[in-house]
């Protein structure tokens, strides 16, 4: 059973669409991460959200928290080729950082 | 100048071979871990370390033992390899290890073929 669903697993939209990516649980978490990762390449960090309810913006990436910190969702607007990778959420827990939980993973592929 | 760096980037190897893969960081910081990611793009934790001591061993055959001869470095020895663990493995480091919102520093990843 894994503590965090992401969905869809895949994505493959056109240039200028909009998306959103679920992360799903059902335990708490302090905080949750998203990354994304490229091929060949590690995971690089996107955003931290830390309280229930909070939305973040990183350009056309808007992250939200769920109210009661299970859960977790990102939305991109007017997809871009650029934008193509696979995209996991990462939840803490409060037993500490070192314990990072990673979601099951988006891939997302945007076509020109 | 690489922030967290790990050699050798792609490994082939026979099963029952011995295997090592370095890690090294340089961005000072005191934790250190090395994650698996399998071919659906799980990624799960195998081991972490703070300041060369070890804090998290998540249930991995006694087959494979880290070793962090310092807080910069942490290397990962793989003996009688077997074909369930071809994978990625990535090396991360992150600040202190203990804060809610610190972020992990990937490494490029060493994808191992066992034959």
């Known amino acids: 059973t894994q503590l965090l669903e992401q969905s869809p697993q895949f994505l493959s939209i056109q240039e200028g669409e909009n998306l959103t990516v679920y992360c799903n649980s059902s335990s708490v978490f302090s905080s949750l991460q998203w990354y994304r990762q490229e091929p060949g390449e590690g995971p690089v960090l996107l955003v931290t959200?830390?309280?229930?309810?909070e939305v973040k913006k990183l350009k056309r990436l808007t992250f939200q928290f769920g109210d009661a910190r299970k859960d977790s969702s990102l939305h991109i607007t007017a997809a871009q080729p650029g934008d193509t990778g696979l995209y996991l959420c990462?939840?803490?827990?409060?037993?500490?950082?070192?314990?990072?939980?990673f979601g099951t993973g988006t891939r997302l592929l945007v076509s020109p | 100048d690489t922030a967290v760096s790990q050699t050798p980037k792609y490994l082939v190897t026979q099963m029952g071979n011995d295997k090592s893969i370095k890690c090294e960081q340089n961005?000072?910081?005191?934790?250190m871990y090395w994650y698996k990611q399998d071919s659906k793009k799980f990624l799960k934790i195998m081991f972490s370390y703070n300041n060369k001591e070890l804090i998290i061993n998540e249930t991995v055959p006694n087959r494979f033992s880290p070793k962090s001869p310092d807080k910069a470095h942490l290397n990962l020895h793989i003996n009688s390899l077997e074909l369930g663990d071809s994978a990625v493995y990535f090396c991360?480091?992150?600040?202190?290890?203990?804060?809610?919102?610190?972020?992990?520093?990937f490494g490029s990843g060493t994808q191992l073929s066992v034959l």
């Open positions: 990462a939840g803490v827990r409060d037993t500490g950082f070192q314990k990072l939980v």
């Open positions: 959200v830390v309280t229930g309810g």
């Open positions: 961005l000072g910081h005191d934790t």
């Open positions: 991360a480091s992150s600040l202190t290890g203990g804060k809610t919102n610190e972020k992990l520093f």
